[in-house]
């Protein structure tokens, strides 16, 4: 189950083939779990038990810590329950039952102790008198198997040997949500027998009713179902990262706008797309930032970011730091292994001029059916100086280098970004998150005394940006001989003037924040002024 | 009807049969050349009791043939895909009738209709066997996360491979720092950190966990290696940090701020040291003590500020007498390698159980040789002092952390030779008077393993037999509070 999980979950990238899959195997959960419980006429008409495990089972799919073979294993556990559950009671069919406890444990781990208790619970309420407590022995041999699999280290834990723990995220803990299936499915299976005497069929108004409720309760346990775990929050992540992953900086910038973000993860998106599209410092200020951090969140030893951060880096031109993300996010990832990073690790790999280890990983990404192409495509560059750098992307990365077998280290934050626009003052991408990084920090002695410096060196654009423009007023406010020197605009001076005269008018006004933001939300003072910074 | 079923049945077998088959070829071309294998097993040194050297040609053609012809045996073995698999059964019985010999293999290759042939070359089989069993950690050659990792053990006379510890067992933490006592598989520890961290200590059957930090050292316990007696350990405890470069060809310095050397005690669980091997001017790591027990091993470095200078960071392997019975070291320490000298620094010093060689890791600077592409194994001849030529085994990539078979005859040593990034273990052969063999890499069943296998072989150990503890009781004991070793 483990490796058709991981077979499938390859064509997730594909637009809406990921949900179609889930979508097919949430289905056949559905199909399989209503001839499971509503095995008789009479008591076809409770829906409600199929349909809340297929909510259930829908709402795992929401965590992306959940592995998709979980869902599989769980399929696979009704699919068993089912075929046996049907069959005619004979010797064959009870050999069977045991043969299938372990090989179902093989197969897909701790689903092998529900399918045993499930089964166990069916014969206990449907079974001949004299077998059903003999089924007892079911769930005491499934207990044994898991057991024994912990005891000889195949297993790591016996939460992992015995409930759905082995498919969550190897070192989190997993939510009460991932119970909820099992538990459904332990529930419905026993009252199964009894729902025909419920029987509410008779009378259309009963009937009517009987239907009602039901839907009223799908309807709540839906509701309440997306309102717990449908992971709103990181849906919005999810898309700017489909997004980033795809090269598309407009549509993060559109899926932006307009928006009051205090998602880190979401600003950090947003600004790497700006600065992709080379407007970082002129637009940033138009969308809510918030400290350094609006640039790249801490530096987290956490895989979950590793994609967004080594992104982050590749674009700065921070090579060495991509790569290392991209590595920690590699060997971390559930499944041990992401085709989107192994394509990042061939390409920190080609500008290095690594071609063995690129090599490597390009052999194994043309075994996979998605990356092949790309990977094939890559073979050129190996052992090609010349034509690695005159390529658009990899030659523009090799400028970012320092000196081959130098001593400069990479630190992140501001003082590896210096690093990186003195070695390449063309790297437009590190210089912009370098001011940004000081405009973000508020620390306007940090950004005069980088400013003259760069200026000294003849680093600045002839244009300023409005935002360096309005930090640089602020900086030379008393010296408004020089501001024209400085670079700043006639338009900016008269904002500034605009600026004041507003702020001086309202400065006793409890509401003087919002007054400012509805004519000055874009700018750096209004930033510098009124938003508060974790320093 | 049945008739034609059997017929069909039996055509079947005949053409599975012819086709794989190996062909007899009669007529052939010279290419003049050595065949490009992977691994590079040409004219290797290899133990008598040793899995099949299977191997793959580089640049297979449609159909290939390799002969192997040694002292009253032969073979032929047929390849579509360029991978030769010898049958077990059948390298053991050559192996057997060839020990001390050597075996000529040939490669044939077929381009259209046309055979050519490669240069034969030799494998040379060695009368002196290699402890059957190889201990490893595999791990990414990671910065600092990781997932899955765990000590695991290669029957070297087969391709079987089993976890001694699996972190798995324990919340998915780090263990690392296997070893063994004089290649005994019963005397054995390794360290485990994070939330059940301690030194797991596995001796007569016992395995004890140890919480090794005290207030009078700086750090638990960290790198190790046996006293012959299996009573003492003794350890590096060090301050270690580690910087990025953002391009070097070494990706990361790792160097140790603050070092000192102790040893412990088995039976008190007492840790002690001496002023020699813990002065606050010097870093002190890497211990390593003599076959006899009588003279501790260690290297020593000048301290400066890190990282900026830790190129300047060199460590001479130095020695100090040790004396078991009062638990005391010499007053004077001996430079066996002068970092000042030779502008170079040591590491990982291990003598051959015989106590006649000593093999150590050098490289440019610091202590952290598996991120120097520069660093060799040197091997100095204690009776002759006088190094011996290892070129043989040594590699232009990282030839690092190494040990020996309990014979004194085979070295195993990690390096990235391969693809500069994953550490595979390599075998070399180590002759009486210290000639060495050229190194050949860890066979496995499928010559492409290595291709997409992405951990890398850490602290490669040879040990003399199965290593048979139980995981789940380590994880067990592992749980508890464990002993608190104490400084004296």
Same mark, same amino acid.
């Given at each position: 189950m483990e490796y058709l999980s991981h077979f499938l979950v390859q064509f997730f990238i594909v637009p809406y083939l990921g949900a179609a899959i889930e979508t097919i195997a949430l289905l056949f959960i559905f199909i399989i779990s209503s001839k499971l419980f509503l095995r008789q006429e009479k008591s076809k008409l409770f829906f409600i038990a199929p349909a809340t495990v297929f909510l259930s089972c829908l709402f795992t799919c929401f965590n992306f810590n959940i592995f998709f073979q979980g869902l599989l294993s769980f399929l696979l556990c009704i699919y068993c329950l089912h075929i046996f559950i049907s069959a005619k009671d004979s010797l064959l069919r009870n050999i069977f039952v045991f043969v299938t406890v372990p090989l179902l444990y093989w197969l897909a781990g701790p689903v092998s102790v529900l399918f045993a208790v499930c089964f166990f619970l069916n014969e206990l309420f449907t079974g001949e008198n004299k077998k059903r407590i003999g089924w007892l022995f079911l769930p005491v041999f499934a207990c044994l198997v898991s057991w024994l699999a912990v005891r000889l280290s195949f297993?790591?834990?016996?939460?992992?040997?015995?409930?759905?723990?082995?498919?969550?995220?190897?070192?989190?803990?997993?939510?009460?949500?991932?119970?909820?299936?099992?538990?459904?499915?332990?529930?419905?299976?026993?009252?199964?027998?009894?729902?025909?005497?419920?029987?509410?069929?008779?009378?259309?108004?009963?009937?009517?009713?009987?239907?009602?409720?039901?839907?009223?309760?799908?309807?709540?346990?839906?509701?309440?179902?997306?309102?717990?775990?449908?992971?709103?929050?990181?849906?919005?992540?999810?898309?700017?990262?489909?997004?980033a992953r795809n090269c598309q900086w407009d549509r993060i910038i559109t899926a932006s706008e307009g928006k009051n973000m205090h998602n880190y993860l979401h600003i950090n998106y947003l600004n790497l797309a700006l600065a992709e599209k080379g407007c970082l410092l002129e637009k940033m200020f138009r969308f809510n930032q918030k400290g350094t951090s609006s640039l790249e969140v801490s530096r987290q030893r956490n895989n979950i970011l590793s994609a967004l951060m080594s992104d982050i880096n590749f674009s700065i031109g921070d090579i060495a730091s991509s790569q290392r993300y991209a590595f920690e996010g590699y060997e971390t990832s559930s499944g041990g292994g992401s085709g989107r990073l192994l394509k990042r690790l061939v390409q920190t790999n080609l500008i290095?001029?690594?071609?063995?280890?690129?090599?490597?990983?390009?052999?194994?990404?043309?075994?996979?059916?998605?990356?092949?192409?790309?990977?094939?495509?890559?073979?050129?560059?190996?052992?090609?100086?010349?034509?690695?750098?005159k390529d658009p992307l990899l030659g523009e990365k090799i400028k970012c280098l320092p000196p081959r077998d130098g001593r400069e280290f990479t630190t992140g934050g501001p003082e590896t970004l210096k690093v990186l626009t003195d070695i390449n003052p063309a790297n437009k991408t590190a210089q912009d998150y370098f001011f940004a990084y000081l405009l973000l920090s508020k620390d306007m002695k940090f950004f005069s005394d980088f400013f003259s410096q760069y200026e000294q060196k003849g680093m600045l654009p002839s244009q300023l940006s409005e935002p360096v423009q309005q930090a640089l007023?602020?900086?030379?406010?008393?010296?408004?001989?020089?501001?024209?020197?400085?670079?700043?605009?006639?338009?900016?001076?008269?904002?500034?003037?605009?600026?004041?005269f507003l702020f001086m008018k309202c400065r006793n006004n409890p509401d003087k924040k919002e007054i400012m933001q509805k004519e000055f939300a874009s700018t750096y003072w209004f930033y510098f002024q009124f938003i508060n910074i974790e320093k | 009807m049945k008739q034609s079923k059997y017929a069909v049945g039996l055509l079947l077998c005949l053409l599975s049969f012819f086709s794989c088959s190996v062909p007899d070829i009669r007529e052939y071309k010279d290419t003049g050349v050595s065949p490009d294998l992977?691994?590079?097993?040409?004219?290797?040194?290899?133990?008598?009791?040793?899995?099949?050297?299977?191997?793959?040609l580089q640049q297979p053609g449609t159909r290939e043939v390799l002969w192997l012809e040694g002292k009253g045996r032969a073979l032929k073995i047929s390849s579509s895909d360029g991978k030769f698999s010898i049958p077990p059964h059948q390298w053991k019985n050559l192996l057997e009738a060839n020990k001390g010999g050597t075996i000529k293999l040939t490669v044939f290759s077929k381009e259209g209709e046309s055979w050519k042939r490669y240069n034969p070359f030799s494998i040379h089989i060695s009368a002196d066997p290699?402890?059957?069993?190889?201990?490893?950690?595999?791990?990414?050659?990671?910065?600092?996360?990781?997932?899955?990792?765990?000590?695991?053990?290669?029957?070297?006379?087969?391709?079987?491979?089993? &976890?001694?510890?699996?972190?798995?067992?324990?919340?998915?933490?780090?263990?690392?720092?296997?070893?063994?006592?004089?290649?005994?598989?019963?005397?054995?520890?390794?360290?485990?950190?994070?939330?059940?961290?301690?030194?797991?200590?596995?001796?007569?059957?016992?395995?004890?966990?140890?919480?090794?930090?005290?207030?009078?050292?700086?750090?638990?316990?960290?790198?190790?290696?046996?006293?012959?007696?299996?009573?003492?350990? &003794?350890?590096?405890?060090?301050?270690?940090?580690?910087?990025?470069?953002?391009?070097?060809?070494?990706?990361?310095?790792?160097?140790?701020?603050?070092?000192?050397?102790?040893?412990?005690?088995?039976?008190?669980?007492?840790?002690?040291?001496?002023?020699?091997?813990?002065?606050? +001017?010097?870093?002190?790591?890497?211990?390593?003590?003599?076959?006899?027990?009588?003279?501790?091993?260690?290297?020593s470095a000048k301290t400066f500020p890190v990282p900026v200078k830790s190129d300047s960071v060199k460590y001479s392997l130095c020695s100090v007498p040790f004396f078991p019975g009062t638990r005391t070291f010499g007053e004077k320490v001996d430079t066996v390698f002068n970092a000042e000298?030779?502008?170079?620094?040591?590491?990982?010093?291990?003598?051959?159980?015989?106590?006649?060689?000593?093999?150590?890791?050098?490289?440019?600077?610091?202590?952290?040789?598996?991120?120097?592409?520069? &660093?060799?194994?040197?091997?100095?001849?204690?009776?002759?002092? +006088?190094?011996?030529?290892?070129? +043989?085994?040594?590699?232009?990539?990282v030839d690092s952390y190494h040990s020996w078979s309990s014979n004194s005859r085979w070295?195993?040593?990690?390096?990235?030779?391969?693809?500069?990034?994953?550490?595979?273990?390599?075998?070399?052969?180590?002759?009486?008077?210290?000639?060495?063999?050229? &190194?050949?890499?860890l066979p496995q069943k499928d010559p492409s393993f290595y291709d997409a296998f992405m951990k890398s072989y850490n602290i490669p150990e040879l040990v003399k037999g199965e290593v048979k503890t139980d995981p789940y009781c380590i994880a067990g004991r592992a749980k508890s509070p464990g002993v608190s070793v104490k400084f004296r």
């Amino acid at each position: 189950m483990e490796y058709l999980s991981h077979f499938l979950v390859q064509f997730f990238i594909v637009p809406y083939l990921g949900a179609a899959i889930e979508t097919i195997a949430l289905l056949f959960i559905f199909i399989i779990s209503s001839k499971l419980f509503l095995r008789q006429e009479k008591s076809k008409l409770f829906f409600i038990a199929p349909a809340t495990v297929f909510l259930s089972c829908l709402f795992t799919c929401f965590n992306f810590n959940i592995f998709f073979q979980g869902l599989l294993s769980f399929l696979l556990c009704i699919y068993c329950l089912h075929i046996f559950i049907s069959a005619k009671d004979s010797l064959l069919r009870n050999i069977f039952v045991f043969v299938t406890v372990p090989l179902l444990y093989w197969l897909a781990g701790p689903v092998s102790v529900l399918f045993a208790v499930c089964f166990f619970l069916n014969e206990l309420f449907t079974g001949e008198n004299k077998k059903r407590i003999g089924w007892l022995f079911l769930p005491v041999f499934a207990c044994l198997v898991s057991w024994l699999a912990v005891r000889l280290s195949f297993t790591g834990s016996f939460r992992a040997g015995f409930l759905p723990d082995m498919y969550y995220q190897t070192k989190l803990s997993p939510p009460f949500l991932i119970y909820i299936p099992w538990l459904l499915l332990l529930i419905w299976i026993s009252v199964a027998t009894f729902l025909p005497k419920f029987n509410f069929s008779g009378k259309k108004s009963y009937r009517a009713i009987g239907i009602g409720i039901q839907f009223l309760l799908l309807i709540l346990f839906f509701w309440q179902g997306i309102v717990n775990f449908g992971d709103r929050a990181s849906y919005e992540v999810k898309k700017l990262d489909y997004y980033a992953r795809n090269c598309q900086w407009d549509r993060i910038i559109t899926a932006s706008e307009g928006k009051n973000m205090h998602n880190y993860l979401h600003i950090n998106y947003l600004n790497l797309a700006l600065a992709e599209k080379g407007c970082l410092l002129e637009k940033m200020f138009r969308f809510n930032q918030k400290g350094t951090s609006s640039l790249e969140v801490s530096r987290q030893r956490n895989n979950i970011l590793s994609a967004l951060m080594s992104d982050i880096n590749f674009s700065i031109g921070d090579i060495a730091s991509s790569q290392r993300y991209a590595f920690e996010g590699y060997e971390t990832s559930s499944g041990g292994g992401s085709g989107r990073l192994l394509k990042r690790l061939v390409q920190t790999n080609l500008i290095y001029g690594e071609y063995a280890i690129a090599e490597k990983y390009i052999r194994i990404l043309e075994r996979t059916l998605l990356y092949r192409k790309w990977a094939t495509s890559q073979r050129q560059f190996l052992y090609n100086d010349s034509l690695c750098r005159k390529d658009p992307l990899l030659g523009e990365k090799i400028k970012c280098l320092p000196p081959r077998d130098g001593r400069e280290f990479t630190t992140g934050g501001p003082e590896t970004l210096k690093v990186l626009t003195d070695i390449n003052p063309a790297n437009k991408t590190a210089q912009d998150y370098f001011f940004a990084y000081l405009l973000l920090s508020k620390d306007m002695k940090f950004f005069s005394d980088f400013f003259s410096q760069y200026e000294q060196k003849g680093m600045l654009p002839s244009q300023l940006s409005e935002p360096v423009q309005q930090a640089l007023l602020m900086c030379y406010e008393s010296q408004s001989g020089i501001w024209k020197e400085k670079g700043i605009s006639e338009k900016t001076i008269g904002q500034y003037k605009a600026y004041k005269f507003l702020f001086m008018k309202c400065r006793n006004n409890p509401d003087k924040k919002e007054i400012m933001q509805k004519e000055f939300a874009s700018t750096y003072w209004f930033y510098f002024q009124f938003i508060n910074i974790e320093k | 009807m049945k008739q034609s079923k059997y017929a069909v049945g039996l055509l079947l077998c005949l053409l599975s049969f012819f086709s794989c088959s190996v062909p007899d070829i009669r007529e052939y071309k010279d290419t003049g050349v050595s065949p490009d294998l992977f691994p590079d097993y040409i004219d290797v040194t290899v133990p008598c009791n040793i899995a099949p050297l299977n191997f793959r040609l580089q640049q297979p053609g449609t159909r290939e043939v390799l002969w192997l012809e040694g002292k009253g045996r032969a073979l032929k073995i047929s390849s579509s895909d360029g991978k030769f698999s010898i049958p077990p059964h059948q390298w053991k019985n050559l192996l057997e009738a060839n020990k001390g010999g050597t075996i000529k293999l040939t490669v044939f290759s077929k381009e259209g209709e046309s055979w050519k042939r490669y240069n034969p070359f030799s494998i040379h089989i060695s009368a002196d066997p290699v402890d059957p069993y190889l201990v490893y950690r595999l791990i990414e050659p990671g910065y600092e996360l990781w997932d899955k990792m765990g000590i695991y053990q290669r029957d070297l006379e087969n391709y079987d491979e089993s &976890a001694v510890y699996e972190n798995k067992m324990t919340g998915y933490n780090c263990v690392n720092c296997h070893s063994f006592c004089m290649q005994n598989p019963g005397e054995m520890m390794f360290h485990m950190r994070g939330q059940d961290g301690g030194t797991m200590l596995v001796k007569n059957g016992e395995t004890e966990k140890l919480n090794t930090k005290t207030d009078s050292t700086i750090s638990a316990l960290v790198y190790p290696c046996w006293h012959p007696s299996g009573r003492f350990i &003794a350890f590096s405890v060090n301050k270690i940090e580690q910087v990025f470069y953002l391009n070097n060809r070494n990706r990361i310095e790792v160097f140790d701020s603050e070092s000192d050397v102790v040893v412990y005690d088995t039976d008190e669980h007492e840790i002690f040291t001496s002023p020699l091997l813990s002065d606050k +001017k010097m870093l002190e790591t890497f211990p390593g003590f003599s076959p006899d027990g009588k003279t501790l091993y260690f290297c020593s470095a000048k301290t400066f500020p890190v990282p900026v200078k830790s190129d300047s960071v060199k460590y001479s392997l130095c020695s100090v007498p040790f004396f078991p019975g009062t638990r005391t070291f010499g007053e004077k320490v001996d430079t066996v390698f002068n970092a000042e000298v030779t502008g170079k620094s040591a590491s990982f010093p291990r003598i051959s159980p015989d106590g006649r060689f000593l093999l150590f890791t050098v490289c440019g600077y610091g202590s952290f040789p598996i991120w120097h592409k520069e &660093a060799d194994l040197y091997m100095l001849d204690l009776k002759t002092k +006088k190094y011996i030529d290892m070129s +043989k085994v040594n590699s232009p990539d990282v030839d690092s952390y190494h040990s020996w078979s309990s014979n004194s005859r085979w070295i195993v040593f990690s390096s990235r030779r391969t693809d500069g990034l994953y550490t595979r273990p390599y075998i070399a052969h180590i002759g009486e008077n210290g000639e060495a063999g050229k &190194a050949f890499m860890l066979p496995q069943k499928d010559p492409s393993f290595y291709d997409a296998f992405m951990k890398s072989y850490n602290i490669p150990e040879l040990v003399k037999g199965e290593v048979k503890t139980d995981p789940y009781c380590i994880a067990g004991r592992a749980k508890s509070p464990g002993v608190s070793v104490k400084f004296r």
